[in-house]
């Protein structure tokens, strides 16, 4: 049974910084992409930031380009969310996602296995 579990958010001044974790189980992680979305209250969710398996390669969003990163660690089976220079728009629960299926990237939201969810509020 494939499980994410987020960890890391909470309340930040504007300019801070947060690291959001997410651990995987129940297959082989490294096979798999990894990715990050938000949903700030009353919108859709959207796409944050993705790690391919293997070599890892990454994409950002461009509403965090610059500020956002995203790493992991195969030995830990966990990916990480670096968030700096935090805005008040960035105030959104933060879901942790993965693909269903092994080496495919984070295209979509569709076909994801999804975490639970960790709240990130940052203050003005």
């Known amino acids: 049974q494939v499980q994410l579990v987020e960890s890391g958010g909470g309340l930040v001044q504007a300019g801070g910084s947060l690291r959001l974790s997410c651990v995987a189980s129940g297959r082989t992680f490294r096979n798999f992409a990894m990715g990050w979305f938000r949903q700030a209250p009353g919108k859709e969710r959207e796409f944050v930031a993705r790690?391919?398996?293997?070599?890892?390669?990454?994409k950002i969003a461009d509403s965090v380009k610059g500020r956002f990163s995203i790493a992991r660690d195969n030995a830990k089976n966990t990916v990480y969310l670096q968030m700096n220079s935090l805005k008040p728009e960035d105030t959104a629960v933060y879901y942790c996602?993965?693909?269903?299926?092994?080496?495919?990237?984070?295209?979509?939201?569709?076909?994801?296995?999804w975490g639970q969810g960790t709240q990130v509020a940052v203050s003005s």
């Open positions: 790690i391919d398996w293997s070599h890892g390669i990454t």
């Open positions: 996602a993965s693909p269903a299926r092994p080496y495919r990237t984070v295209a979509t939201q569709d076909s994801l296995y």
